[in-house]
Every structure is written in structure tokens, then in C-alpha cells.
């Protein structure tokens, strides 16, 4: 039972590149939910989904897009990524039905030069 | 809309001292409050959590949190810190299962021998 599992670990991106984050969670939950992580600024939602199927923008969608590909995997994708999404991404499930403990992956960290 | 404000960015506390983190929310309803820690490089791990019933919830690694409607506080307490708390700490709270959390900024605890 791995939990949550994020790859890569540490990505570098020049600015305009493109680069898919993967997060994946052997706990059947039902919403998965994606965090960028930014010194003095908490985390701040990008996009969620609340159950398979279905993604909402969340706090700072803009130059993000997410696919809710089966139940296990949820994964962000960087179109033309820019010197702002520099950040540590965090991928986090949650059993949903009343559950609310949210179960967070270990993070990658993008650096886009 | 849901606010979560931790007032201290940082705290130093000796090893064996007491412990305090605050945190303050702004929601209509009654929300659901948790505590969050994460050590360096590392993912969130869920410290306690509070939804209903008995304000003072317990958690894991000698934590223990008193939500206290009157004031819209949720302050982390741990009675004798060991070095190992040292870490940053959030705050969040939720609106819904399957939702969201909203966190605060985090306080970065240093603990001096």
C-alpha cells in the first residue's frame, strides 16, 4: 500500500516547455486534488476532482490543465510552462463520504528557468 | 468564503518547553479544522482533525488542538516539544468531504537544544 505517488521528483523546464506531473493513490478514494507550494504563501489549490470524471478549477488554475484519467490517477499538465510555476507540487486523496482526511504525496519539485 | 489565518510565521521554543501554534478561521458554518505538519522535504502528514463533538481532539505524536467556537480559534498544543517537532506547521479548514481544504500559511517551528 504505497498511498499517494507522485513522479517525477525534481523536474527542470525552460521557459515554453511542456511537462505532464503524474499522481496516482491505491486507497479507492474518490477526490484527488492538486497543491502548488510557494514560500510564505501555504498551499493554494489548482485544480481538484471530486470524484472520477469530474476536475474543477480551484485558487490559481491559469496556465495548468488536469486529467482525472480513472479512479487511481490524476495528473497535471504545464502547457508552456513559465518562471512562475516554479513551485513544489503536491498531490493529495481523500475517501470523500464524509471522510475529509486528505492523504498528501511527497511532492515534485519544478524549477522552470 | 473560508480564511485560515495563522498569526505566528515563525516560533522558537527550547526542547522540553510547551508549545502553542495559533490558528484563527473565518467561516459561517461550523467548519471542519485540521492540523497538518510537514518536515522538510516531505509531503503533509495529518497531525488531528476536528469536525464535531468534543473541542478538544487529540492527535498523533503527543499533539492535541481546542477548537474554541467563541474565539474562531483551533491552537495546536503539545505539552514538551522534542527536537524532532521541528517543522512547519498548517492550519486548514474545510467546508465539505470531498472538497478542498483551505490553509493557512504555515508557522516554521525551530526547536533549540
Known amino acids: 500500500n504505497a498511498g499517494v505517488t507522485q513522479t517525477p521528483k525534481f523536474q527542470v523546464l525552460k521557459t515554453g516547455q511542456s511537462m505532464t506531473l503524474q499522481c496516482a493513490q491505491d486507497m479507492n478514494h474518490n477526490s484527488m486534488y492538486w497543491y502548488r507550494q510557494d514560500p510564505g504563501m501555504g498551499l493554494r489549490l489548482i485544480y481538484y476532482?471530486?470524484?472520477?470524471?469530474?476536475?474543477d478549477k480551484g485558487e490559481v488554475p491559469n496556465g495548468y490543465n488536469v486529467s482525472r484519467l480513472n479512479k487511481r490517477e490524476f495528473s497535471l499538465r504545464l502547457e508552456s510552462a513559465a518562471p512562475s510555476q516554479t513551485s513544489v507540487y503536491f498531490c493529495a486523496s481523500e475517501a470523500g463520504q464524509g471522510s475529509f482526511e486528505q492523504y498528501f504525496g511527497p511532492g515534485t519539485r519544478l524549477t522552470v528557468t | 468564503a473560508q480564511s485560515v489565518t495563522q498569526p505566528d510565521i515563525h516560533i522558537t521554543v527550547s526542547e522540553g518547553a510547551s508549545l502553542e501554534l495559533r490558528c484563527n478561521y473565518s467561516?459561517?458554518?461550523?467548519?471542519?479544522l485540521f492540523w497538518y505538519v510537514q518536515s522538510p522535504g516531505q509531503g503533509l502528514q495529518l497531525l488531528l482533525k476536528?469536525?464535531?463533538?468534543?473541542?478538544l481532539v487529540q492527535g498523533i505524536k503527543g499533539f492535541e488542538a481546542e477548537f474554541k467556537r467563541s474565539q474562531s480559534s483551533f491552537n495546536l498544543r503539545k505539552p514538551s516539544v522534542h527536537w524532532s517537532d521541528a517543522a512547519e506547521y498548517f492550519c486548514a479548514v474545510g467546508a465539505n468531504s470531498g472538497y478542498a481544504l483551505n490553509f493557512g500559511k504555515g508557522t516554521s517551528l525551530l526547536v533549540t537544544p
Open positions: 476536528y469536525f464535531s463533538g468534543d473541542t
Open positions: 467561516y459561517g458554518a461550523t467548519p471542519y
Open positions: 476532482s471530486a470524484s472520477e470524471g469530474t476536475t
